[in-house]
């Protein structure tokens, strides 16, 4: 009976250290990795990817309109956006791209092995894949902007990578928004 007990016992602490380990490392909406998490993960593969010479693109990608579809459908159907936007990005990306919640709106995605237009390429066809859905019987348009920055230098760190993908997302919405940019390298800004 005492055995009983303390194998039941070990069972449950194992599993609610198990969910406690998911629950530090996964934003709790979309079932994503959360911004710090990433943050580990991207500076890992950058360090690999620039010691080895290969290649690594990130994207950030902001849901347009968001706070619109908030205001104008509630923060349900805004949080179902989100789901579907991430349902389309796992039907999407290769099991070694990394996906994450940057905040609020915005994700942000880690292409290893990848030059920017081949991760430009992935983007896009999650960008195509986001037709009008039907959310809670509501039909709600999902746009988005994104931009991307590749790894083009050994000097390149993680906050470089991600200030060029930042000014290329805002390039893209200053287009128009529903379009995706790729940041210039560093040898052709000048």
Do not use: W
Request: hydrophobic share 40%; with cysteine; net charge negative.
């Amino acid at each position: 009976m005492i055995k009983a007990c303390l194998a039941l016992d070990i069972t449950e602490r194992k599993r609610l250290e198990a969910d406690l380990q998911r629950q530090a490392i996964t934003d709790e909406l979309t079932g994503v990795y959360n911004r710090r998490h990433f943050f580990q993960l991207a500076s890992d593969e950058l360090k690999r990817a620039t010691r080895l010479h290969h290649t690594l693109t990130i994207a950030l990608i902001d849901l347009d309109h968001f706070k619109e579809i908030n205001d104008t459908h509630g923060h349900l159907i805004g949080d179902q956006a989100l789901l579907a936007l991430m349902h389309v990005c796992r039907k999407t990306l290769r099991e070694i791209d990394v996906l994450a919640r940057f905040g609020g709106d915005e994700f942000i995605l880690l292409f290893p092995e990848t030059i920017h237009q081949h991760a430009y390429e992935c983007v896009e066809r999650i960008r195509q894949a986001l037709v009008p859905m039907n959310l809670s019987g509501t039909r709600v348009s999902i746009t988005i902007s994104a931009g991307l920055a590749g790894l083009d230098s050994g000097e390149d760190t993680l906050e470089l990578l991600l200030a060029r993908a930042d000014q290329a997302l805002y390039q893209a919405k200053a287009a128009g928004r529903n379009c995706s940019r790729i940041a210039p390298t560093h040898e052709t800004v000048h």
